[in-house]
């Protein structure tokens, strides 16, 4: 039992519920409604079996990412969070490597699956976001930012997958019927949206998971951005971008209003934006590891609330 739970750990199973719970919402509240009915039943290529495929496909490659992650993290996990080690410690090295392995190639064998029946992006991406997630936890972690973005695009990358596998190609077809045409516009749309928020919100969080590591990352040469810069040049940095976010989703909510979508620019207010304004004030005032990892942890909070505003673009779609 206690090798069953361990293993769930070492995968960060939360956050893989996160992923397929944020593709779940955007194919079931986006990208369905957006399509007229007779297409979908009739030539939509992203087919609820495809669609389940791909979502368990993203949830494997993140699992192994998380895997080899901890697996060239030994010596640091053994400063920063001792007491949530388990490479070594329940599972030794040489299986860690090997569900690593296992796990990647089931993820890539579906991702070929389903890239054959939709779009060749899906599979040459996945290897692609395969490769970086080796890379950066061997090379990319431990240099200044380029870690942090490699991770954000990544996150990114969860919601773009899904209008790629839609099969763009369909926006350029001669003589597309204008309801697809139109279709295909408001999926891009939300997934450039999302995407962004996604992007952005990771990259804050992974800058500050960065001043939280910094006593172990310091002790093994890595150059993150709290070690080269300092905090004080970091804590700039990170209010720029929430700043940048604050303000992007306020004007996106002006928008929403325009088009009497009030419910959700009140929900986007008070659970994203007045969290946010609250992790901004909170984080400038943080000088201890514990506080870091609270001000973490109210950012993966936002992340989820920010993607479950899905759900009321479905109620008005």
Not at 126 to 135: D, E, F, G, P, Y
Request: charged share 10%; aromatic share 14%.
């Amino acid at each position: 039992m206690k090798l069953f739970s361990a293993f769930f750990r070492l995968i960060r199973w939360p956050n893989l519920v996160f992923i397929a719970l944020t593709q779940l919402l955007f194919f079931y509240c986006i990208i369905i409604p957006s399509l007229p009915e007779s297409y979908y039943q009739q030539n939509y290529k992203l087919t609820p079996m495809l669609f389940y495929l791909l979502v368990t496909a993203s949830v494997l490659i993140a699992a192994a990412g998380y895997i080899i992650n901890d697996y060239f993290d030994i010596n640091i996990d053994r400063v920063n969070k001792p007491g949530k080690m388990v490479v070594e410690k329940f599972i030794n090295r040489r299986w860690a490597i090997i569900l690593h392995l296992v796990i990647t190639f089931a993820g890539l064998v579906l991702s070929g699956y389903v890239s054959l029946k939709t779009s060749l992006v899906v599979i040459a991406a996945n290897i692609v976001c395969t490769l970086l997630l080796w890379v950066y936890s061997t090379t990319f972690k431990k240099k200044l930012l380029s870690g942090n973005i490699i991770i954000s695009g990544l996150t990114a990358w969860t919601v773009l997958v899904l209008y790629f596998a839609t099969n763009t190609t369909l926006t350029l077809a001669p003589g597309l019927p204008s309801a697809i045409a139109s279709g295909m516009h408001r999926i891009y749309k939300f997934a450039a949206l999302y995407a962004g928020f996604a992007f952005i919100i990771s990259l804050i969080r992974e800058v500050v998971k960065d001043i939280e590591d910094m006593e172990g990352d310091a002790r093994y040469s890595c150059k993150t951005m709290p070690i080269v810069w300092g905090v004080p040049a970091t804590k700039v940095f990170v209010g720029v971008w929430l700043v940048v976010l604050i303000s992007a989703l306020a004007i996106v909510q002006f928008y929403v209003l325009q088009i009497g979508w009030w419910l959700s620019a009140l929900y986007v207010l008070l659970l994203v934006i007045v969290p946010l304004i609250m992790i901004l004030q909170k984080f400038y005032q943080a000088q201890t590891t514990v506080q870091y990892h609270y001000i973490s942890n109210m950012i993966k909070l936002v992340m989820l609330t920010g993607i479950c505003s899905i759900i009321l673009i479905k109620i008005y779609a």
